[in-house]
């Protein structure tokens, strides 16, 4: 059996830098038109000149036959100027604003201590129609982490969107049948990310026979009728629902450590993973709106013309691929993946 989709795109990758870049974009490339690239590099990308210069070095790291975008996006800091939004804005490669809490995750050190710091910048968010991208989780360690993005609901994603009305936000890479609910209940303007990790695994994934570090992401994976609430909101055909895979590579030696990364390898089979979610689901009917419309259609770009063909095919993950000096274990190492994407 074979699929064809219009050229899906990716609104939520981290690419990394240097040899890591190097060892990664390729993947995304080979099947994403376009990409939103998550500015949390180290230093992080914060103001349009730095994501100026890393844009140049993706696709200076991008093979020669390569016709992918990178759509860039800026860190928000508690001192973000301004001023920066509307620079942002005019470059046309920014393509967004992106919002870590302080410490929620990797690399988010320099992230917003209280979100009410930079309400001068989401004013001129709204006023210059820049989305904000939101990692959905408070950091109060009293709060237990399976609880954290029901909790930031709660406590700020709701504040913010009652008092910037126009700001288009995403919420990313949602976790929980509250965040569903939430993007549901919210008018056009608030759209979400879906991983290929949290539509086909559950918390036990974590466990299974001992700990999996590779398993290991943020948000954490959540309960099964989490992950059910999300395969509903995916293959529903709501466009305030799409594809981003979250991407997020780290060294093996970093992932299996006594203290490892949050962050799972998927861009090696980044449109075949929602192929089988959408297959199990027996709505393979909606994988094109969620792959190759909705994203478009939110940040305003036009869909691709072009497409891709999947094939019901099944072939084995390699066990690492390179990664500068270390190794990278991708999502589903050494087994099987149901869907293969043919060559152009
Ligand atoms: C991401 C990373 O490694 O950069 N990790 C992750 O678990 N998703 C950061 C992020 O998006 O939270
Ligand atoms: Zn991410």
Redesign the pocket.
């Known amino acids: 059996m074979k699929i064809s989709l219009l050229r899906p795109d990716d609104w939520h990758l981290?690419l990394r830098d240097g040899v890591s870049l190097n060892a990664v974009v390729a993947h995304t490339a080979e099947r994403f038109g376009r990409a939103i690239v998550?500015p949390?590099l180290k230093p992080p990308v914060t103001t349009t000149e730095l994501a100026r210069e890393y844009r140049a070095r993706i696709l200076a790291a991008l093979p020669a036959s390569a016709r992918f975008e990178p759509l860039m996006s800026l860190y928000l800091t508690d001192h973000t100027a301004p001023t920066e939004v509307a620079r942002a804005k005019q470059s046309g490669f920014v393509h967004a604003i992106k919002y870590y809490p302080a410490g929620?995750?990797?690399?988010?050190d320099a992230g917003v201590s209280a979100l009410d710091k930079t309400f001068a910048v989401l004013a001129a968010m709204e006023e210059q129609d820049l989305p904000l991208l939101v990692?959905g989780e408070v950091t109060d360690s009293q709060v237990d982490v399976f609880d954290r993005e029901a909790v930031f609901i709660d406590r700020v994603l709701s504040d913010v969107t009652r008092r910037f009305p126009a700001l288009r936000v995403v919420f990313?890479?949602i976790t929980t049948k509250e965040a569903v609910d939430f993007v549901k209940s919210q008018p056009a303007t608030i759209a979400a990310t879906l991983t290929p990790q949290h539509l086909l695994l559950d918390r036990n994934a974590l466990f299974e026979g001992g700990i999996r570090p590779h398993h290991y992401?943020?948000p954490i994976l959540k309960r099964a009728h989490h992950r059910e609430a999300l395969i509903d909101a995916a293959i529903s055909g709501n466009p305030k629902f799409f594809l981003g895979t979250?991407s997020?590579p780290?060294a093996k030696h970093s992932k299996e450590a006594a203290c490892g990364?949050?962050?799972?390898y998927s861009a090696h089979a980044g449109i075949e993973l929602y192929a089988e979610v959408f297959e199990q689901a027996g709505r393979l009917d909606q994988l094109e709106g969620f792959a190759s419309h909705h994203g478009a259609d939110f940040y305003r770009l036009p869909r691709h013309t072009d497409r891709i063909t999947l094939s019901k095919d099944p072939w084995t993950v390699p066990t690492h691929y390179a990664f500068g000096d270390d190794r990278l274990i991708p999502f589903r190492a050494g087994s099987t993946v149901a869907w293969r994407l043919c060559s152009p």
């Open positions: 981290h998550m949390n929620a995750t990797t690399h988010a990692h990313e890479h992401c943020l979250d997020a780290h990364c949050a962050g799972i």
